[in-house]
């Protein structure tokens, strides 16, 4: 009688692979539902170069004929064309027919219209999925992504819905901001929810990348400027960081536009490492260097990938050249002196940052 329960809640818990996780069902409150449809448009599975590339096949129209099935293929005298015909295939069948009929016909020997069957018998079958090792090293095991958000992230998802349910009419400081954030765990990009929240209640963006910086690792601020955008979220003082542009993008061409004209315009090499391919797919372009025609004519396709640097040896901020970027970006419809400015261009942005919007 004993051996009877334990058998049967093992059997409850047993799987046909020993090494597969326990199944788990969805969750389908309200709080699962925004999780799971913030990680589905994130950075790292949307890009915007598959919208661009998407479309300029729909305008080729080779999108209908890419999502044909085998099952579905239109006939011929649908489409107007011949369908092509599988030649190898069936003049070997005919060959192996017509000499096995001759040897039948002949008496020859049993085994001469068998060649072919015993040939492929002698191949290996190929293994089912469900029939490799998962202890194997060479079989990768594909990380599972999770079904449910944990209860860490359910917890702080609540905190976040008063937050949102109290902003009203209140505003913050960048200073605010970061302590807001600092408040949230790095967990399924709660720190950058936060961020969007409150972020049409910033009333100091120029300092915002001291908060992009201080406070977010770098898929955290991906995943802001996947949300944001390079011209709501930057400020042309303080342009040294890494990028990855894609041109078919609006907003990053635009930025992309600045940091051409400040390479122009500042002394000194600025552009570090860049690189450049006409789309993600395609590997980079060896040995490329940043064309003088892109001043006027900016190209509209690939993808740019550089780090901006003014501090490097031999090169010098222009702050005049910068100012005059100001008005395209988010920023710069905030007015501030040429003494707080060039503060922000001499690389103090950080620590003049906390010290003006510090104050409550």
């Known amino acids: 009688s004993v051996d009877g329960p334990a058998a049967g809640s093992r059997g409850e818990q047993d799987h046909t692979n020993p090494y597969a996780p326990p199944a788990t069902e969805k969750e389908a409150d309200e709080v699962a539902k925004r999780w799971r449809d913030w990680l589905a448009s994130s950075h790292e599975r949307i890009s915007p170069s598959l919208y661009s590339e998407a479309y ?21 005298a649908a489409t107007g064309q011949q369908q092509p015909t599988k030649k190898r295939p069936t003049s070997s069948k005919k060959k192996t027919t017509k000499a096995a009929t001759k040897a039948a016909k002949k008496g020859g020997k049993k085994g001469t219209g068998s060649s072919s069957k015993t040939e492929t018998a002698s191949r290996p079958p190929t293994p089912a999925a469900d029939a490799l090792d998962p202890l194997d090293d060479h079989v990768a095991a594909a990380p599972v992504p999770p079904t449910n958000p944990t209860p860490q992230y359910r917890e702080f998802a609540h905190r976040l819905a008063i937050l949102r349910a109290n902003l009203g009419h209140n505003h913050f400081s960048v200073a605010q901001v970061r302590r807001l954030v600092c408040a949230f765990p790095r967990d399924s990009y709660l720190r950058v929810e936060v961020l969007l929240a409150v972020f049409s209640r910033i009333v100091d963006l120029r300092h915002l990348d001291a908060l992009l910086d201080g406070e977010l690792d770098d898929d955290e601020r991906a995943e802001a400027v996947h949300r944001l955008g390079y011209l709501n979220t930057l400020c042309p003082l303080t342009v040294d960081r890494h990028y990855k542009m894609n041109l078919k993008v609006p907003d990053e061409r635009e930025m992309a536009a600045v940091l051409v004209k400040l390479a122009m315009v500042e002394p000194g090499e600025n552009w570090i490492g860049e690189q450049f391919r006409r ?22 396709y690939g993808i740019l990938e550089l780090r901006y640097e003014s501090s490097a040896k031999g090169c010098k901020p222009d702050v005049a050249a910068r100012r005059s970027l100001l008005p395209r970006f988010l920023c710069g419809r905030a007015a501030a002196s040429a003494q707080e400015d060039a503060a922000l261009v001499g690389g103090s942005s950080s620590s003049t940052g906390s010290g003006v919007v510090g104050s409550e």
Do not use: F, I, Y
């Open 56 to 76: 300029e096949l729909m305008q080729k129209g080779l999108v209908p004929a890419m999502a044909r099935s085998a099952d579905a293929e239109p006939s011929a």
């Open 279 to 300: 789309k993600e797919s395609v590997p980079c372009t060896p040995g490329w260097e940043l064309p003088l025609e892109w001043e006027e004519d900016l190209a509209h």
